[in-house]
């Protein structure tokens, strides 16, 4: 997901604290052409050693797909997932990587069309209640208006590579919930808590009724929040656009890994 500039302003002010996929048995990554689509949380915004070429979708080496795709001998590798993508970018200007061809394909989407930039500038900038308010604001449209969304761009992915994998992931919590943390008040903290889990619910249900596997980082980031003492999520950044995004050990020791059962139960479906 991407933070807006005015951001900059109002987090300055504040101080916060804060294995590859295995392919086991007979199942192989040799012959698997492999398509990586989403936003920030997929491109590797935050992780740093970004690829100049990618410009402002900040595709980073360190992202999971990338370290996936580095660990296994693959047929091809398509890396599409761009920094500040929505349902309707990724159907507009992704799915051009897929085709009949592609058999595993992964994808976060969804933080965007939910207006996650928002949601993070007001709880920083105003009151308890108006952050409170613009969660309550953002939920609404997870529960309402999303759903159609991503069933729409899951429908499109599933017709562009009628035969892939697609493995579905979903978001972390942001916050460990402790008596001392710098910054944002508990309060604020458990409603953006509450969000992350509202937005996975929503979208763990999409990805069901798409047939997708759906894969929950909240238990590999548990205890590696912002608060917890050993975080995975970037805090407040320079450049701004990388707080709150998994760091290089948040791809490789969380992402990375929620992926790796995943897509072995959905290889096991397609055997």
Not at 63 to 76: E, I
Not at 146 to 156: C, F, N, Q
């Amino acid at each position: 997901m991407r933070l807006s500039r005015p951001c900059l302003v109002a987090f300055g002010a504040v101080t916060f604290a804060a294995g590859s996929v295995a392919w086991s048995g007979s199942a192989s990554a040799a012959g698997t052409s492999y398509v990586a689509l989403g936003d920030s949380y997929s491109s590797g915004t935050g992780a740093g050693n970004y690829d100049p070429g990618s410009g402002s979708c900040n595709r980073s080496a360190n992202a999971y797909p990338n370290l996936w795709a580095a660990a296994h001998t693959t047929q091809s590798y398509k890396f599409a997932a761009c920094s500040g993508a929505t349902t309707d970018t990724v159907a507009s200007g992704q799915l051009g990587a897929l085709s009949s061809s592609t058999t595993l394909v992964s994808i976060t989407v969804g933080g965007n069309d939910a207006g996650f930039s928002d949601v993070m500038q007001t709880c920083v900038l105003e009151s308890t209640s108006s952050c409170q308010s613009r969660v309550a604001q953002a939920e609404s449209y997870m529960k309402n208006t999303l759903p159609g969304k991503l069933d729409s761009v899951y429908a499109k992915i599933r017709a562009k590579a009628p035969s892939a994998r697609v493995v579905v992931l979903g978001y972390p919590r942001l916050y460990k919930i402790v008596n001392l943390c710098a910054g944002l008040s508990n309060t604020k903290r458990t409603a953006l808590n509450g969000a992350a889990d509202t937005m996975d619910g929503v979208i763990s249900k999409a990805a069901g009724r798409a047939g997708f596997t759906w894969s929950d980082v909240r238990d590999e980031f548990a205890g590696h929040e912002l608060c917890s003492g050993d975080g995975w999520l970037n805090a407040v950044t320079i450049p701004i656009g990388s707080s709150y995004h998994p760091t290089a050990l948040g791809h490789r020791s969380g992402y990375l890994p929620a992926m790796t059962g995943s897509a072995l139960r959905a290889l096991e479906k397609q055997a």
